[in-house]
């Protein structure tokens, strides 16, 4: 089975600029959960989407949202982007809302 | 916040057993014990989880404490390849990981 794909791997942007990113998770894998990493925050949570719902957010402001599509592949957006969004973002996917959750390798983004 | 604390790094010579301790005093009894490693700006790997009893595969063991305020993560015989940081999270939901720093193991030859 192909894991996680998380595209792109690498992302350069200015600040202002709007920034989407995408996975597509393993085959029949329902939920699929955001993270951001950063060297002085972390792992951070972002947010969950299980059926096209989102199910959980962490504590993001409003500029970072998210979506799911019927065949499970999920996106994220981050609008008028800072410095500061420079991380990697992770992705992962669980076959349902209760397992074991299964990473992408991150897109990383650098925001100049 | 994390509810676990590990320390922040170990060393541990390549071929002996690595052992990750992992303390969650305030775990509730519905959390399991999760944990995950990554190696140098990859995504997180799965490593192994439990709730009460001792877990063993093929990557490794894991160890909780009768009164479950404690793990320790056992890989039986550490390589070069182990090198990585070491996750330790307690969750009952899964799917909302509060990560912490983790442990920062290092193999030396």
């Known amino acids: 089975k192909a894991g996680v794909t998380q595209t792109p791997r690498y992302l350069i942007k200015t600040r202002g600029q709007q920034v989407t990113l995408s996975c597509s998770p393993i085959s029949g894998h329902r939920s699929v959960s955001w993270y951001q990493q950063t060297p002085g925050q972390g792992l951070q949570f972002l947010f969950e989407y299980f059926s096209e719902t989102q199910r959980n957010k962490g504590n993001f402001p409003g500029r970072f949202s998210g979506r799911q599509f019927s065949n499970s592949r999920s996106e994220m957006n981050v609008s008028t982007l800072e410095l500061g969004d420079s991380a990697l973002y992770l992705c992962?996917?669980?076959?349902?809302?209760?397992?074991?959750?299964?990473f992408g390798a991150g897109t990383r983004l650098s925001v100049l | 916040d994390a509810k676990t604390t590990q320390p922040p790094s170990m060393d541990c010579a390549e071929g002996r057993a690595a052992n990750l301790p992992c303390n969650h005093s305030t775990i509730s009894g519905n959390e399991y014990v999760y944990w995950y490693r990554q190696i140098h700006s990859q995504g997180p790997q799965y490593i192994i989880h439990g709730l009460k009893n001792n877990e063993t595969n093929e990557m490794a063991s894991l160890i909780i404490t009768e009164d479950r305020k404690s793990s320790t993560l056992i890989l039986p015989h550490a390589t070069l390849r182990d090198t990585a940081v070491y996750y330790c999270?307690?969750?009952?939901?899964?799917?909302?990981?509060?990560f912490g720093p983790g442990t920062r193991l290092s193999v030396l030859p």
């Open positions: 992962a996917s669980s076959p349902n809302t209760q397992n074991i959750q299964y």
């Open positions: 999270i307690v969750d009952n939901y899964g799917q909302n990981f509060v």
